[in-house]
């Protein structure tokens, strides 16, 4: 496959829970590629501002932090369904970024355009090294626009927000679905009018709506693409 290719940045946007991680993690053990969720940087960010009890709506303040703050990304250290370690400094953040209160807040930290810059710049170096996946809502509009392939996975909000219900229930995490589903249409409403890399499609992104598709056909749509 990974000669069979001369795609080499995938970008893979799209609104919450639309099914990018599964199918950005797929498509690059498959390519033999790195898999990159720009996500995890913004929700690291919320964390570490929650943990600190800082006040989100401070701009400055949050700014300061996305720029001081180094998030690491390291090949998983266990097996309980971790597709990597996040780190910061030694704390293991891995499964705490998932957590609901950072699911509340993340888009107001993500819309500060200091955090994004931040934040971006080391996406895009990363990035420009190719051989990669990179997964969030502005890399074919912003973090990189030369990818090779541009993707943007959506799906209604009901489909999105009873996909989210199954992953909590799977962890055995509570998950109430009327709740989930206002969070993500609350999230997809911040992420998609802020004012810096709001998510959309680019122009040159293939557009597909999995709604009715499993993770098998729209994984088979992609590779087609790839080749
Ligand atoms: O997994 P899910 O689709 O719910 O979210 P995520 O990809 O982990 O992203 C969490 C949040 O980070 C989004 O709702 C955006 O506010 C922000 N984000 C962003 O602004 N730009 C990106 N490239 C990736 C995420």
New binding site residues.
């Given amino acids: 496959m990974t000669n069979s290719t001369r795609v080499s940045i995938i970008a893979l ?6 099914g ?2 599964t199918l950005g993690r797929k498509l690059a053990d498959t390519l033999g590629y790195l898999f990159f ?7 690291a960010i919320t964390l570490i501002g929650l943990e600190l009890d800082m006040n989100l709506q401070d701009e400055a303040s949050i700014t300061r932090l996305a720029q001081d703050t180094q998030i690491e990304i390291r090949p998983p250290s266990r097996d309980d369904g971790r597709a990597f370690d996040i780190m910061v400094g030694s704390k293991d953040i891995t499964w705490d ?1 998932r957590r609901g209160d950072v ?1 509340a807040n ?2 107001v ?3 500060y355009a200091g955090v ?1 810059k931040a934040l ?1 710049d080391q ?1 895009r170096r990363i990035g420009l090294r190719g051989k990669v996946v990179m ?5 074919g509009t912003v ?1 990189l626009p030369e990818a090779d392939l541009k993707i943007y996975l959506d799906a209604s909000a009901d489909e999105r927000a009873r996909r ?1 219900y199954d992953e909590l229930m799977a962890r055995n995490e509570p998950a109430n679905y009327d709740e989930i589903l206002k969070k ?1 249409i609350e ?2 409403h ?2 998609s009018t ?1 004012a810096v ?1 709001p ?1 959309r499609a680019a122009d040159d992104a293939i557009l597909i709506d999995s709604d009715k598709m499993d993770v098998e056909q729209v994984f088979n749509k992609v590779i087609a693409l790839c080749k």
């Fill in positions: 946007d799209g609104p919450a829970a639309s990018k991680s969720d720009t996500g995890i940087m913004y929700r970024v699911d993340v888009s930290v993500s819309a994004r971006s996406q997964v969030g809502r502005d890399i973090v989210r993500v999230r997809d911040i992420d802020r890399a998510l």
